[in-house]
């Protein structure tokens, strides 16, 4: 997608209007339009990339260090007990956004909320394979 197409883009420039949580020079956070739970947030980065997967390192720095903070503020603003960080990448993931976004969900017992967390196991060298192979695929 082109930044100039780009929801979020227009998103940090102003041009689309949000609840602005959070501005820095090169980052913003604005409340998610579409809740799972109130204060849901999202963190972008100005500069348009479309998931990590393309995202300088030092674009993912600048959105980390927001994050402890702001994890924090909505945690005291909600009176959450739990809160989920979740980046979605690619449209398999659940990406309909290809602008680099970090959601902040609120959460609390019992709020219905939740993946289906279906935990497989590794049968016997199928775990040293895989570690093998994602290590091979290391770069710096
Ligand atoms: P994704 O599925 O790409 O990880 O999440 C995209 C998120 O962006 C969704 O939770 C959706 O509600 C939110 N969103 C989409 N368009 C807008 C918008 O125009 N304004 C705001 N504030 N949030 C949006
Ligand atoms: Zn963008």
Known sequence: MNASDCIFCKIASG??????????????????????????????PKSHCESILDAPAAVVRLLS???????RSIMRATGATG???????GRSSGQAVFHL????????????LGYRWNAGSYAGGEAEAMLSKIVGELRD
């Not at 809160?83 to 990448?89: D, I, R």
């Open 15 to 44: 041009e689309i209007p949000s609840h602005r949580v959070l501005e820095t020079g090169d980052v913003v956070a604005f409340l998610d339009v579409s809740p799972l739970a109130p204060g849901h947030t999202l963190l972008i």
């Open 65 to 71: 260090v927001e994050l402890p903070g702001l994890a």
């Open 83 to 89: 809160l989920n960080v979740l980046q979605n990448t």
């Open 101 to 112: 976004h970090i959601h902040l969900i609120p959460r609390r017992d019992g709020d219905g």
